[in-house]
């Protein structure tokens, strides 16, 4: 029955991993393509905090299992 009940939990808990793994893998390149100082965002987080924050267009990136990634800085609250 062990061995029966391991590969369960395995796959019941794949997917949390997963979204970690890709959370930490997008944040580590962003974090390698950054200034100092500077809050480095994404389009997904861009758009998500709408006309509320001034952004500054940056460069793409390309994150490994994603493709390139348009990423702002954040500068200012309106």
């Known amino acids: 029955m062990q061995v029966k009940l391991l590969p369960e939990l395995l796959v019941k808990k794949k997917p949390v991993f997963d979204l970690w793994c890709d959370a930490v893998n997008t944040a580590s ?4 393509h950054g200034e100092a ?3 480095h965002v994404s389009e ?3 758009q998500q905090l ?3 924050f001034i952004f500054e267009e940056r460069c793409t990136i390309t994150v490994k299992g994603k493709g390139t990634m348009q990423t702002y800085f954040l500068l200012a609250e309106r």
Do not use: N, P, Q
Request: cysteine-free; proline content about 0%; overall charge positive.
């Open 29 to 32: 390149r962003m974090e390698s």
């Open 37 to 39: 100082g500077k809050i």
């Open 44 to 46: 997904t987080f861009r």
């Open 50 to 52: 709408g006309d509320r």
